[in-house]
């Protein structure tokens, strides 16, 4: 198990990817935090929660509102009052805008980016204040990690969507300072980007024009699972990472090769 007895935090934890996230880390043996602000998936099903105890894991779920300064301080406290230490933060809590630039309202704006961008910037300072006061691990130098879901719209443009790119590029670029500034701590930053993701929830980005867009982007066959996300996650939260820094992993089937 490549994260046995690790404490990892998922923001947004509680749907989609962010549910597979936290299922897949309690599998590889993680104590996993669930962090959201509803313990229901939006997609329905059973609670991340139940799901990863049913099966022999360990879960616990702290509402969490990430725009929030005091959430995500008690979300860190808690969690290492409880268990002791924090060892992953992934940041995966996201809002989604449906405007392009004039369509986009200060209402719209605000909204996605206070998720997005204002929320990763908590977790991330949150995460790094608490990883700075644990002792390196002795086999790889490492403090702690950082995971932040970007996505390809973090690169090229999000059609209709100019909020939620904007915010995703922020992810991109906290990664790789965050990741410069604190490498000689002994703290790991890195970032996932999906591609297109059916992830079981309903909505505008499933409709007929958009998947038919997505498939003439993707060269791949299919479009991506929620679990294929997650498997790259688990990959850069384990010690096989432990030499990746900064990174922003492509996880889209080939859309930004094409």
Same mark, same amino acid.
């Given at each position: 198990?490549?994260?046995?007895?690790?404490?990892?935090?998922?923001?947004?934890?509680?749907?989609?990817?962010?549910?597979?996230?936290?299922?897949?880390?309690?599998?590889?043996?993680?104590?996993?935090?669930?962090?959201? /602000?509803? #313990?229901?998936?939006?997609?329905? +099903?059973?609670?991340?929660?139940?799901?990863? /105890?049913?099966?022999?894991?360990?879960?616990?779920?702290?509402?969490?509102?990430?725009?929030?300064?005091?959430?995500?301080?008690?979300?860190?406290?808690?969690?290492?009052?409880?268990?002791?230490?924090?060892?992953?933060?992934?940041?995966?809590?996201?809002?989604?805008?449906?405007?392009?630039?004039?369509?986009?309202?200060?209402?719209?704006?605000?909204?996605?980016?206070?998720?997005?961008?204002?929320?990763?910037?908590?977790?991330?300072?949150?995460?790094?204040?608490?990883?700075?006061?644990?002792?390196?691990?002795?086999?790889? #130098?490492?403090?702690?990690?950082?995971?932040?879901?970007?996505?390809?719209?973090?690169?090229?443009?999000?059609?209709?969507?100019?909020?939620?790119?904007?915010?995703?590029?922020?992810?991109?670029?906290?990664?790789?300072?965050?990741?410069?500034?604190?490498? #000689?701590?002994? /703290?790991?930053?890195?970032?996932?980007?999906?591609?297109?993701?059916?992830?079981?929830?309903?909505?505008?980005?499933?409709?007929?024009?958009?998947?038919?867009?997505?498939?003439?982007?993707?060269?791949?066959?299919?479009?991506?699972?929620?679990?294929?996300?997650?498997?790259?996650? /688990?990959?850069?939260?384990?010690?096989?990472?432990?030499?990746?820094?900064?990174?922003?992993?492509?996880?889209?089937? +080939?859309?930004?090769?094409?």
């Amino acid at each position: 198990m490549r994260l046995k007895g690790r404490v990892v935090i998922v923001t947004g934890g509680a749907s989609g990817i962010g549910k597979a996230i936290s299922i897949k880390a309690a599998n590889e043996g993680a104590i996993v935090v669930v962090a959201d /602000i509803r #313990e229901n998936p939006l997609e329905g +099903g059973t609670d991340t929660v139940k799901t990863i /105890i049913n099966v022999g894991g360990k879960s616990v779920f702290i509402k969490t509102d990430v725009t929030k300064w005091i959430d995500v301080d008690k979300l860190v406290a808690e969690t290492v009052k409880r268990f002791g230490s924090l060892d992953v933060f992934i940041n995966n809590a996201a809002a989604h805008g449906r405007a392009a630039l004039l369509d986009t309202t200060e209402e719209e704006w605000d909204r996605v980016m206070a998720v997005g961008a204002k929320g990763m910037f908590f977790g991330c300072k949150r995460a790094v204040q608490q990883m700075l006061k644990q002792a390196a691990s002795k086999e790889n #130098e490492v403090r702690g990690r950082i995971v932040n879901i970007s996505s390809q719209h973090g690169m090229i443009r999000a059609p209709n969507d100019f909020a939620y790119g904007v915010s995703k590029a922020c992810a991109v670029y906290m990664t790789r300072q965050i990741a410069g500034d604190y490498a #000689e701590f002994g /703290i790991v930053c890195n970032a996932v980007a999906p591609g297109k993701i059916l992830t079981g929830k309903s909505g505008a980005a499933i409709s007929e024009d958009a998947i038919s867009y997505s498939h003439s982007r993707t060269p791949w066959p299919r479009l991506g699972r929620s679990e294929d996300v997650a498997s790259a996650v /688990i990959f850069l939260s384990s010690d096989e990472a432990s030499y990746i820094t900064g990174e922003n992993l492509m996880v889209d089937g +080939g859309w930004m090769a094409n």
